[in-house]
């Protein structure tokens, strides 16, 4: 493993930000208002909070096992009996996520750009994409994403700079919101939105230093969560809690409502389209290389590659088994919250009984980190 270390702590950032930064972008307002009315900036905020301590359990696993992943270190810990289980959920999980993403990837293309186009045709060729990649080693992933990051925060930051000239402060009031019943609710929404975080699973045993892990996975989750906050505070303010409540997805109202000085563009939300159909990408190609990687792993498999291909129908029948775009975000939610218990419960279990049993993999060798250095 030692001569594959070459991910540096920067594209470990990279890769977890350009991760979380997905699909979920477009509806993430909606979700935060649902919740808590103008108290959306602090349900996100919380949401992103619970996804970091998903993240910190499974990077002080990382860190704890340098050399392993967590289908490999989980069989040293509880046995390959019940590590086996665990591991077949995470990739079932992962394997829905992925569908769900390239269901609500093509929903959004076929009823805002191609109209006349089957929304079969979108997923597919999203997914086929997402293949194609996904058959390259973890430092061709780690380069492309670190390639599209720079594309993705800057639009995004740019279109919240830019709407919140038009945003009224008294939209952001109160703070908590009108009925803070339902916060708790609209925090593991949120949070599920960061669970594509698990993918640094496969990152820290590539990484050059694991030791820096923790600051790269801090820095990765405060830039997606930072875009996150930034969007929920922009589209409250400029549209305001009630509005948002009847729009589908209030980022792509927000950036239709959005101009660039001397109306150079009076609409930026075409522009904004390109950039999310990246994010989406990235996105999918995490989610998607870590189903195929993990499932590698646990079947003691040499190469992912004849994972790829495998897995495409599979993930394909079930972006279509819900039959309309409700359907499709009720079972988003639902998903999302289950896989709490796999993405924050099951990390947690382990680091638990590592502990308790004090078991810890072998530190990575020791020429290769003074080189890393």
Do not use: C
């Not at 892990?213 to 589209?235: P, R």
């Not at 939300?269 to 646990?298: G, K, M, N, P, Q």
């Amino acid at each position: 493993m030692d001569n594959l270390r070459r991910i540096t702590a920067i594209q470990s950032s990279a890769v977890l930000a350009s991760t979380i930064i997905g699909v979920g972008v477009l509806a993430l307002p909606l979700f935060a208002v649902r919740a808590a009315d103008s108290g959306a900036p602090l349900v996100t905020l919380l949401g992103a909070g619970l996804g970091y301590v998903g993240l910190f359990l499974i990077t002080l696993l990382g860190v704890r096992f340098p050399n392993q992943s967590i289908v490999q270190y989980s069989e040293d810990i509880i046995g390959r009996g019940l590590a086996w289980i665990g591991s077949a959920a995470i990739i079932l999980f992962f394997a829905v996520l992925t569908s769900l993403a390239a269901r609500e990837f093509g929903e959004v293309v076929v009823t805002s750009v191609l109209k006349n186009t089957p929304v079969e045709v979108t997923v597919i060729v999203m997914l086929a994409l997402a293949t194609i990649s996904s058959r390259n080693d973890i430092m061709t992933f780690a380069y492309i994403h670190h390639f599209y990051f720079p594309l993705l925060l800057g639009p995004g930051f740019l279109i919240v700079a830019l709407s919140m000239k038009n945003a009224d402060l008294i939209n952001l009031q109160p703070v908590w919101g009108n009925d803070p019943k339902g916060m708790l609710e609209g925090i593991t929404t949120v949070a599920a939105l960061f669970q594509g975080s698990f993918v640094m699973t496969l990152v820290i045993p590539a990484m050059r230093r694991p030791d820096r892990a923790m600051q790269a996975s801090f820095w990765g989750i405060v830039i997606a969560g930072g875009l996150y906050l930034s969007i929920v505070i922009a589209a409250v303010g400029v549209f305001g809690a009630e509005e948002i409540k009847h729009l589908l997805w209030p980022t792509l109202e927000l950036a239709k409502a959005t101009t660039l000085p001397a109306n150079v563009l009076e609409r930026l939300d075409a522009a904004f389209l390109a950039v999310w159909v990246t994010a989406v990408f990235t996105t999918l190609l995490s989610t998607y290389f870590l189903t195929i990687r993990l499932s590698s792993e646990l079947f003691r498999l040499r190469d992912h590659k004849a994972f790829s291909s495998f897995v495409l129908p599979f993930v394909f029948v079930m972006a279509l088994i819900p039959r309309n775009i409700f359907q499709m975000y009720d079972v988003i939610e639902l998903v999302g919250t289950i896989g709490l218990a796999i993405t924050i419960g099951y990390p947690g279990l382990l680091l638990i009984v590592a502990l308790i049993r004090k078991k810890r993999g072998n530190r990575p060798n020791e020429q290769t980190m003074e080189q890393a250095r």
